[in-house]
């Protein structure tokens, strides 16, 4: 899957009410079926977005504007640590809880006085 900026990630699952990702690196880093047969490359297509790897794209598909999302949040960078924390991982699976994160300032309580 290719990520895009991690915030737009985050408000897309906070939206659909989201608290966990679970990523399985069978998929976000399949290599068994040929290019264009991995569901990472589908995805690719679906969102008008060149293939990895050697070969050839379809006509009118453009190179991504951003990483892919597995990969970048595996690394740990600032960005994706802000918003993710890994709370599982094992051979297969890696499973980072979104950050629920306060906008503005806190709520007043019934007295007035802020909580």
């Given at each position: 899957m290719r990520g895009g900026p991690p915030r737009r990630c985050t408000r897309c699952?906070?939206?659909?009410?989201?608290?966990?990702?679970?990523?399985?690196?069978?998929?976000?880093?399949?290599?068994?079926?040929?290019?264009?047969?991995?569901?990472r490359d589908l995805l690719d297509v679906a969102n008008g977005h060149m293939m990895d790897g050697p070969g050839e794209n379809e006509a009118g598909l453009q190179p991504a504007g951003h990483p892919r999302f597995?990969?970048?949040?595996?690394?740990?960078l600032p960005a994706y640590?802000?918003?993710?924390?890994?709370?599982?991982?094992?051979?297969?699976?890696?499973v980072?809880?979104?950050?629920?994160?306060v906008a503005g300032p806190p709520?007043?309580?019934p007295s007035g006085q802020a909580r």
């Amino acid at each position: 899957m290719r990520g895009g900026p991690p915030r737009r990630c985050t408000r897309c699952c906070g939206a659909l009410g989201t608290d966990f990702v679970i990523l399985e690196d069978s998929i976000c880093f399949e290599r068994r079926h040929r290019r264009g047969c991995r569901l990472r490359d589908l995805l690719d297509v679906a969102n008008g977005h060149m293939m990895d790897g050697p070969g050839e794209n379809e006509a009118g598909l453009q190179p991504a504007g951003h990483p892919r999302f597995c990969e970048e949040i595996r690394r740990g960078l600032p960005a994706y640590a802000a918003l993710f924390t890994r709370v599982f991982q094992n051979k297969t699976f890696h499973v980072y809880r979104l950050q629920k994160h306060v906008a503005g300032p806190p709520a007043p309580s019934p007295s007035g006085q802020a909580r």
